[in-house]
């Protein structure tokens, strides 16, 4: 039975590795497969939109007969409820945990897993969690309606605060304002239960999601300061937030509303992310990186792709720059036949001494109008999972995200917020998101000359 939990678990946790979900993503230590972590990034059009949320998990060896216990590492130091059925305290209230009372046919059974447990979850934060609560989800009358209002608000303000702001200033040591620094990483201390935590965790800081949540604010950044103008006017400065009904001592979201301060955070993470490309690059410059393992492989990786190009004809091309093989330069030109046509672009990766444990860090020098990539340069793209260590991936796959003509809609690749809304939009916006499209080409090729 044993070895069947084991093998049951590790096919649920590749799966979910493996796909394309770009809300979910899972992790283990190699010595202990039952103690998994897992992040939901917060769905587009909710408050929790690109939040990090962030679960312990913990399998029984009579999985998958007996469902896992499940804790969110999320909670504002045991400080904050962010939904009706996701405690203070880090409890999860589902019925398929055996933590809530379900209706019949919605208990656990064997035939579900990880993936439908993260799914349950992410469910529950939906644009009015406000009626996840049992016994308001049919409250309409005005006080509920205003009710409601209030307890979206500040959740999206405490998603921003505290799964955003606080977390990107916890991986980036920027201690918190008030001259308090923030502790490494959310502790299990808050959980409803001591046996949740994982014993290496208790004086180790692991942590799984540093790159993913680092790369994800970069391409919501846009999305954030814009949540942050849109919210500031509804809830003003020094505002506090409305205790619900259904809330108790301990177990509520309290505090005011602060978004000036929110916005100063965000811009001063930015600010430190950038600052991170600037060391990597001075630090790929030192002897021992250029004579490490990862900067030998860059160097070979550089070389191969580099006469793979030449070989093929295809136009485009690699560099690095200033001997640097911590820093590429990639160049390729528009497709034939496409709103790219006639364009040359120009990209910056950046890899970081620790690659690929931190993935390159990524920017169009060339200004372009597209809805992958961000004001900013920065481009949303997607690279093979199974190496992680191959860079032709990482450029086919930047190369590709600016060709692809028919994409599937995906509110999660949201970084250019006005390029986004063209291109989905009816034929009139589409007319005009492809203007904009060839005008930013065709001022590649000015910039280039």
Known sequence: MADHSIFRITKEISDLQKSSDLSLAVAFRDSDVRNVRAIIIGPHDSPYEFGFFEFAIRFPKDYPRKFPAVTSMTTNRGQCRFNPNIYACGKVCLSILGTWRGEPGEEWSAAQGLESILLSIQSLMSSNPYENEPGFENKHGETDKKDQLDYVRKIRHETLRVTVIRRLEQLLDIPEPGGNQPPVFERHAYAIDATYQHPDDVETAWEPFKDLIKHRFLWHYESYLDAVNKARLESPDGTSFARMPFE????????????????????????????????????????????????????????????????????????????????????????????????????????????????????????????????????????????RDDVRQHIDAIIEALEEESPPYDPRTLVHLEAHKLFWGDAAEKKLYNRRLRRSVQDSMDEAF
């Open 248 to 387: 108790g001592a301990g177990n509520s979201m309290d505090g005011k509303f602060n978004y000036t301060a929110l916005e100063t955070r965000l811009r001063a993470i930015k600010a430190a992310l950038d600052q991170e490309v600037v060391q990597w690059t001075e630090e790929g410059k030192e002897t021992k990186n250029l004579e490490s393992t990862v900067g030998i492989n860059l160097a070979r990786q550089y070389e191969q792709i580099r006469d793979a190009f030449k070989q093929s004809g295809a136009p485009r091309n690699v560099e690095i720059l200033d001997g640097n093989p911590f820093v590429w330069i990639l160049t390729f030109f528009g497709r034939p036949m496409t709103n790219l046509d006639g364009g040359m672009f120009r990209v910056r990766l950046t890899f970081s001494p620790r690659f690929p444990e931190e993935q390159p860090r990524v920017r169009y020098e060339t200004k372009v109008f597209h809805h992958r990539v961000s004001k900013d340069g920065t481009p949303c793209y997607f690279p093979g999972s199974s190496r």
